[in-house]
């Protein structure tokens, strides 16, 4: 009886989070109407009604939103009751879902995935790379590398790392259009912009130098939503490019590439995990996150410290 009261309190939770039954029986790999019957269980015992249906969505009633705080927690407890008996043991396993961007993912976190899955074997990633802004309680995600300024008030952040970025084109693209001397160059030669794919808004990229400043904000001749793609472009000759320095350094090292305005700088981009505040972090989630922090404070294309 207790563990079927908790397969059905984990059950409710998943539709809380995914706000339909359909989303949870996928995301708990369970029939629609094994949900549903566990749900219904769940109300009968309780005696109260804990969730709202309408044919477009599936809400909590306040006893239900409520009820969810409490159940999350003992589910989360749970969780780790279970890590930490496999901890005893020298053990730390189960799944870990993240999400990152793809230069971070690609160029940074994928490569050294054999040191993490040989230090963890039991703990199995689920890592999805993409500039998609995911809604981490919604689609069950564990934790997030993200760039930028995080806002979301629902999130523990900590800070982890910067992207920085640089200028740079082709030596056949130069050879053609000049080498710039000085930023205000730039608007002569052509751009290859981008733009984030989860918005579509272009990114304007700005260099100083000490007190100098200057902000490239003609239209590029080419638009890109994905930093491989304008590196394959700029290494084809079509542009001056503004690139992930983790991105451009392959390309540099076979002289595909050279840096464009060296001595002027952009701004980094800063780097947080985050996870939900609603969540415990457990065992083998703070396994992951730790790892990760510690990976990019050793590599100085990606550290926190200039």
């Known amino acids: 009886m207790a563990l079927d009261r908790l397969e059905a309190m984990r059950a409710f939770c998943r539709i809380v989070e995914v706000g339909s039954f359909s989303g949870a029986a996928d995301s708990l790999s369970l029939a629609k109407t094994t949900v549903s019957g566990k749900i219904q269980a769940l109300e009968n015992l309780l005696g109260i009604r804990l969730l709202h249906r309408t044919t477009r969505k599936v809400s909590p009633t306040p006893e239900g939103a409520a009820y969810y705080i409490r159940a999350r927690a003992v589910i989360d407890d749970v969780d780790e009751l279970e890590a930490s008996t496999s901890q005893s043991r020298n053990v730390v396993r189960g799944r870990v879902r993240i999400e990152m961007p793809s230069p971070v993912g690609i160029l940074f976190v994928v490569p050294a995935l054999s040191e993490f899955a040989s230090t963890f074997p039991e703990i199995h990633l689920d890592i999805g790379c ?7 309680v919604q689609e069950g995600v564990d934790c997030a590398i993200r760039g930028g300024t995080i806002t979301d008030q629902d999130l523990v ?8 970025f640089c200028f740079c084109a ?15 160059d730039l608007p002569n030669h052509k751009h290859l912009g981008f733009k984030f794919p989860a918005t579509d808004r272009r990114f304007v990229p700005t260099l100083t130098r000490g007190s100098d400043s200057f902000t490239l904000d003609h239209q590029p001749s080419m638009y890109f939503n994905n930093g491989s793609a304008t590196a394959a472009a700029a290494v084809s000759g079509l ?53 990760v922090t510690l990976l990019m404070a050793s590599d100085p294309l990606w550290s926190l410290s200039d």
């Open 239 to 291: 542009g001056v490019a503004f690139l992930p320095t983790a991105e451009a350094v392959p390309h540099f090292k076979t002289g595909a590439l050279v840096r464009v305005l060296p001595d002027w700088q952009m701004a980094s981009m800063p780097l947080s995990i985050v996870y939900p505040y609603t969540r415990h972090l457990s065992a083998r989630v703070r396994a992951f996150t730790d790892w």
């Open 157 to 164: 952040c900590r800070p982890i790392g910067q992207m920085r």
């Open 130 to 136: 993409s500039e998609r802004v995911v809604d981490l």
């Open 170 to 184: 082709s030596p056949r693209y130069l050879d053609s259009a000049g080498i710039p001397d000085t930023p205000w």
